[in-house]
């Protein structure tokens, strides 16, 4: 197979990430025969392609409906004779649909879908997600199938994969201390963090009003939040409002999550519509006890009191008894730990998820050309 990975994305987040780990895993177990990203020169995941010397192609586009970037994707397609367009976001979605219906783009295209949010807005998204050249759209849960069947109307089209985690990177599991003696954080005190994109669905309002109520029992702890993103000026306002600026430290952006994460005593993820949760299997690639909320995809990858535990989305009193009970049960914590890494290595390691895919790709390949 001759596969092409495309995205428009400028970002850095999980799905970015999952793109460099396919395009690793289908080199290593010899997937595919030739494979390349395409994806604007400016973006974090050419940066990152480029660094790891994989096949990457500059194309940029000055909008979703960029008709010159439709042409010039076409005609790449063909120079480089490939047989399958796997796409990556929903920008890159409209521009393959946009250049099979009028610059003659003959592959069959797989959309790898991981948002839970509605499509049925407007009458071209919900079109285009329904369009037969989709032939497979390819999901990280059952939310994100639940949300996209009441617009597609063959509903074999739509499968789940889940997600993917490289524990070769994720190989530190000691801590060092390395957080404790940068931000001069007591050695006795425990540290609590969480690591997302400061946006609408990772609920930091409610991981600041967990924090407040952990403070006011008096937990020996300090809380870290890493990320950045449009609503970190509106977390900021809330945590000074709280008189919590001594307790909460806000990362920004970081690049060294493998040294970091370890460091973690607990993972605290209130996120309240995630699609799965990639920063939860990471802990458990860590060796971190994890704490998330009951919503989403995360109950396909946190079974309570097992792998972790579920506190109630948006209920910051239950949160914050949820990781009291972890802290203050180290047999619990031990047990977690076990069992989700465990989880992690039978059903989210690069070399289980690329399989599962490349089954996926390998069977819309054959139907299309039968």
């Not at 890493?226 to 000074?240: A, F, H, N, T």
């Not at 996120?271 to 299997?281: A, D, F, Q, T, W």
Request: glycine residues 6%; proline residues 3%.
């Amino acid at each position: 197979m001759k596969l092409i990975q495309v995205t428009v994305s400028r970002g850095w987040r999980g799905h970015e990430q999952k793109i460099i780990y396919l395009y690793e895993a289908f080199k290593e177990y010899g997937y595919v025969e030739e494979q390349w990203i395409i994806c604007p020169d400016d973006s974090e995941t050419f940066k990152v392609a480029t660094q790891k010397g994989m096949n990457v192609i500059a194309l940029n586009n000055k909008s979703e409906y960029d008709l010159k970037y439709a042409k010039k994707f076409s005609k790449i397609t063909k120079e480089l004779n490939a047989d399958l367009v796997f796409i990556h976001n929903s920008h890159s979605h409209t521009l393959m649909v946009l250049s099979k219906l009028l610059f003659g783009l003959t592959q069959p295209l797989v959309l790898c879908r991981t948002l839970i949010k509605r499509v049925d807005t407007n009458f071209f998204r919900k079109w285009k997600y329904d369009y037969n050249g989709i032939k497979k759209i390819i999901c990280v849960s059952y939310p994100v199938v639940d949300i996209l069947k009441p617009v597609i109307r063959d509903h074999s089209k739509l499968c789940v994969v889940g997600c993917v985690t490289d524990i070769h990177k994720f190989t530190k599991t000691q801590k060092t201390g390395i957080l404790h003696k940068q931000y001069n954080i007591p050695s006795d005190y425990k540290i609590i963090g969480n690591i997302a994109a400061f946006v609408d669905f990772k609920d930091h309002v409610t991981w600041v009003n967990t924090v407040a109520e952990l403070v006011k029992r008096g937990v020996k702890a300090k809380y870290i939040l890493i990320g950045k993103g449009p609503l970190e000026m509106q977390v900021r306002k809330q945590i000074s409002d709280l008189g919590l600026e001594n307790e909460i430290i806000i990362a920004g952006f970081r690049k060294d999550i493998p040294e970091i994460l370890p460091e973690f005593d607990l993972l605290l993820f209130t996120s309240n519509c995630e699609p799965l949760g990639g920063v939860i299997l990471e802990s458990y690639a860590c060796k971190v006890p994890v704490v998330a909320g009951n919503a989403g995809g995360v109950p396909e990858v946190v079974t309570d009191n097992q792998t972790g535990l579920l506190a109630e989305v948006g209920n910051a009193l239950s949160f914050a008894d949820k990781v009291e009970k972890m802290l203050n049960d180290t047999e619990l914590q031990e047990n977690c730990i076990e069992n989700g890494r465990k989880f992690l290595m039978e059903n989210c390691t690069k070399e289980v998820v690329s399989k599962k895919m490349i089954n996926e790709l390998k069977g819309v390949l054959q139907k299309n050309n039968n």
